[in-house]
């Protein structure tokens, strides 16, 4: 289950933020806790129920099998994986480099130019909650697929550059792909809350699964599954109560956040940005 161990890091990166106290998502404190200056440890807020309470962990079964080596689909992932080589040093190339980091800053701001907004976890404590949440429950099957299938990373078979060190990914399996289920659970979860941006939202989410492609760390098709698996799991959370008061929580937090004074992204890189988005691969 090593890789499984491994994804799990990678998502709780997406994930990763100080929850403000009336997140909903502390859980009770523990050994090693922080301390208060008292000494004792500091109160945190009972974790809320689960948006869905069904075991997920065989959600991945609705997915495709995985490539397998000489069929149709494992011919493509790999011709995309050679062809895609060429934009090494591009601005697409630097920008899937950038889309590799998943913490919760860095989410954030790929969001930024989609949203026109600036935010942080400080500032949208309700909004970051939910996309941690809704993030974790989406990614509850990707350790198990990867285990599963046991697919080999595109750079593993044919010899190409990736955009950030291979190393980074560890023993990982290729399929399906989890920066893919992180960016794709954002976009979703983002376009529910900001129905307005909602085509520019998704755009942006669809570019996080392709930049795996563009990076070399993923096949074309580790990253078509995990949208697959990802929307199945969304549209199961999207049923709960909980999660649609969340939802209208983190909406009513936005919309405060534009009523006052924000800061908005850089204009050229937006433009930049959206340029970028449209490159398939």
């Not at 289950?1 to 859980?27: F, H, I, K």
């Not at 560890?170 to 307005?196: C, I, K, M, R």
């Not at 580790?222 to 929580?249: H, P």
């Amino acid at each position: 289950m090593r890789q499984s161990m491994l994804l799990s890091v990678v998502l709780l990166a997406a994930c990763a933020a100080t929850p403000a106290p009336d997140s909903g998502v502390r859980e009770a404190a523990a050994p090693g806790a922080a301390m208060d200056t008292g000494g004792a440890p500091r109160a945190r807020a009972p974790a809320t129920p689960p948006y869905i309470q069904a075991d997920t962990s065989n959600f991945f079964l609705i997915m495709p099998p995985a490539p397998t080596s000489g069929d149709a689909r494992d011919e493509a992932d790999r011709r995309i994986f050679r062809d895609t080589r060429s934009l090494q040093g591009s601005p697409r190339w630097q920008m899937a480099a950038a889309d590799a980091e998943l913490g919760t800053a860095p989410m954030l701001q790929h969001y930024a130019c989609s949203l026109g907004i600036e935010t942080t976890a400080q500032q949208a404590p309700r909004l970051v909650a939910l996309l941690q949440k809704a993030t974790r429950e989406a990614a509850r099957s990707v350790g198990p697929a990867k285990d599963y299938y046991k697919r080999k990373r595109p750079f593993l078979v044919d010899e190409g550059a990736t955009c950030v060190p291979a190393a980074t990914i560890g023993e990982s399996f290729d399929y399906p792909s989890g920066h893919t289920t992180a960016g794709w659970a954002w976009a979703l979860v983002l376009a529910q809350v900001n129905p307005a941006h909602a085509e520019s939202i998704l755009a942006r989410g669809r570019a996080i699964g392709d930049s795996r492609v563009v990076c070399g760390m993923h096949n074309a098709s580790a990253v078509e599954s995990a949208r697959l698996l990802t929307g199945a799991a969304m549209a199961a959370i999207g049923g709960s109560q909980l999660y649609q008061a969340d939802v209208l929580a983190a909406r009513k937090e936005l919309t405060a956040l534009r009523a006052r004074p924000h800061a908005t992204p850089d204009a050229a890189q937006c433009a930049l940005e959206a340029q970028l988005v449209k490159t398939y691969w």
